[in-house]
């Protein structure tokens, strides 16, 4: 059971060029999300799903984009890469029962030069 | 909003008892979460409270009191490998819902020989 799979897993990218962070979960999850983490920021919320077709922002979309063509996939693309991008994005996804935990990917580790 | 604080480090001695608390301000929340985190890893589930009261899972114990807005994660018998960040998260009644984590800024854990 390979749960949430995230890729790349490290990225090096120029100020200005796009590139989409894939995420897919085989759990049959209806809600999906992605995070970013910065040192001493905690986990702040991207985007987020809660089915195909339905996504909505979090606390800081700016500069992301997302969709929802199917249950299993969440990719996030950056539209135009800048330094303050530079962080580690975790996808995550969970059950409907309010009790269930998120499971999370291993993360992407992005650089933006 | 919401806002949760917690102590920025902690350090125990291995073999003994370590509280980590949370302290929030929300309007309203189904649930108070917590989760791990190793170095360079992912995030995972620990425990979940929707009622007060405490919560026990094997070595770690999770408590909340709603009126008292406020919450604590406890680790017993503190092993080398607890060394890790932790988090505590609330589930907001607004925007995703139950879905949806806020989290606070993490505790970084250090257990000595």
């Known amino acids: 059971n390979a749960g949430v799979t995230q890729t790349p897993k490290f990225q090096v990218l120029k100020t200005g060029q796009s590139m989409t962070l894939q995420c897919a979960q085989d759990m049959n999850h209806e809600y999906m999300s992605w995070y970013r983490q910065d040192p001493g920021m905690g986990l702040r919320l991207i985007h987020y799903?809660?089915?195909?077709?339905?996504?909505d922002q979090g606390e800081v979309p700016n500069g992301y984009n997302v969709s929802r063509s199917t249950t299993e996939d969440f990719p996030l693309r950056l539209l135009s890469a800048a330094p303050s991008q530079t962080s580690v994005y975790f996808c995550?996804?969970?059950?409907?029962?309010?009790?269930?935990?998120?499971?999370f990917g291993d993360g992407t580790r992005l650089s933006i030069l | 909003g919401q806002s949760l604080e917690q102590p920025s480090e902690v350090t125990a001695v291995e073999g003994a008892i370590v509280q980590i608390n949370c302290t929030y301000q929300t309007s309203g929340f189904y649930g108070l979460s917590w989760y791990q985190q190793h170095d360079g890893g992912a995030p995972t589930f620990l425990s979940y409270?929707?009622?007060?009261g405490l919560e026990e899972t094997g070595r770690f114990s999770s408590f909340l009191s709603r009126s008292d807005s406020y919450g604590y994660l406890l680790l017993q018998e503190l092993q080398m490998k607890d060394s890790a960040s932790y988090f505590c998260a609330v589930s907001p009644y607004s925007g995703a819902g139950s879905y949806q984590l806020t989290f606070g800024k993490g505790t970084k854990l250090s257990v000595i020989p």
């Open positions: 995550a996804s969970r059950g409907q029962a309010s009790n269930q935990p998120q499971h």
């Open positions: 799903s809660v089915g195909a077709g339905i996504t």
């Open positions: 409270n929707a009622l007060d």
